[in-house]
């Protein structure tokens, strides 16, 4: 159960001290607050960007005391991962869609094994055998199934090498920004279903084809199967590959974009190793003492000039609002 308090107030100059007590015993609380909570959202900002300073300084030290040949091969063993993994992107995407393009094109194997179906259904006569629309039906989808999660896989293992080669470049380049380890590979989702649609066709037992074996009347039954449905099919398959090929599309940019939001930092860091001079002494020196002072400030100096309640003339401001509007109301 909701309870809410009830506070008697009036804008009449005469019930005056009821608005006054009100607005202080629940206004001016609520102002406070809102400092308080506005102070603490600063120190949480200044507090980041704090420790980005120091990251920042850090690395900058780091590298100084890194030799010359030493940093020159890290930095160039990153800019190499760097440049493989775009190239593999695009690859992977030109692989893959030459590959989907075939799929509605070889239907010999999706023919054979829905007459082997068929034919091992009729030869068992059972009550739970599948209907011959449904072994059609299973006999395409289990046709394309593999084929996907080939596709899905090889595109799980690129965004888990692109995770990889960025993490492995951020540390030869002493970055501490890195992506988290399922950052791209929960980009590979959605994959597009399916469908057949609804078949009919006339297919009966291939009796007399029996009479001189299983694998005459599958390839007899086949071909039957094949001028009745071939068409269909195709146009099923080759909606369906329409679809990959966009989700292929789709998914890659999706990887190239994340990708490309780190590796242009990466990259601009290792022009700067690869231009940059050795730091002096004073250089040195200078950012060791920078980093003493940001780490000895204490959080709490963020809010000592904040304040946490309403100052005391906004108080009397308030009052005298307050005031005048009851004396509105009063001659009203």
Known sequence: MLF?????VSVLRSYKNLLTQWFDEQIIPLYGRAQELRASSIQRKIGVLRESVMSALEMQLERSKKSTHETGDQVRAAEARLRHATGLIEETQSAWEK???????DLSEVFYAMSAGLIQAWSEK????????????DSVLQFAQPRVKKLQDSLKTLALRLGDDLR???ADLRIADMPGD???????RGTPVFEMGSISASISRPTIALLFGTRFAEKRLA???YKQLGDRVFRALNIYSGALKEWIRLVTSLLGQKFETYAERYRAQAARSFGGARLTTDEVNALQANLSVLRSFEKTDF???SPKH????ERHVFSREIASHADKGESH
């Open 168 to 170: 492995m470049s951020a």
């Open 223 to 225: 071909h039957r199967l």
């Open 303 to 305: 809010l000592e000039s």
């Open 99 to 105: 590959e989907i393009e075939g799929l509605p094109k």
């Open 126 to 137: 059972s009550d739970s055998a599948s209907s011959p629309e449904k072994i059609v039906d």
């Open 310 to 313: 309403a100052p005391e003339h």
């Open 4 to 8: 809410r308090s009830v506070h008697p």
């Open 182 to 188: 399922d950052e791209f590979r929960s980009l590979v």
